[in-house]
């Protein structure tokens, strides 16, 4: 995960480290060893952070109206498609990066 987030932001690995420790630290997110290889951190977001981002996000816009309108089928749609171009603008990035 941290050189998944190195890659990502085309920080170092060892700067990823730094700010997923200051996170850690401030109890934005705990880490833990990924059961599947041991070599791996897995990050979760706490629930501090969960609500210190709804805080955020609630005085920027009211997601919950902007959001009530739409079914359960309708907000996976959603959720699918913001996937898919988050992926695809993570790509271009990549592609970005290369040529420079």
Known sequence: MLSELAR???LT???ITGV???LEAAGFLRREPDPQDRRKQLL???EQARQRIGEVFSELVDFSTLL???DADQLATVARFLDRATEAALRQV???RAIR
């Open 8 to 10: 990502i932001t085309g």
């Open 13 to 15: 690995s060892g700067a």
């Open 20 to 22: 997923v420790a200051r």
């Open 44 to 46: 979760h977001c706490t």
């Open 68 to 70: 009530a309108d739409f």
């Open 94 to 96: 990549a592609l970005l």
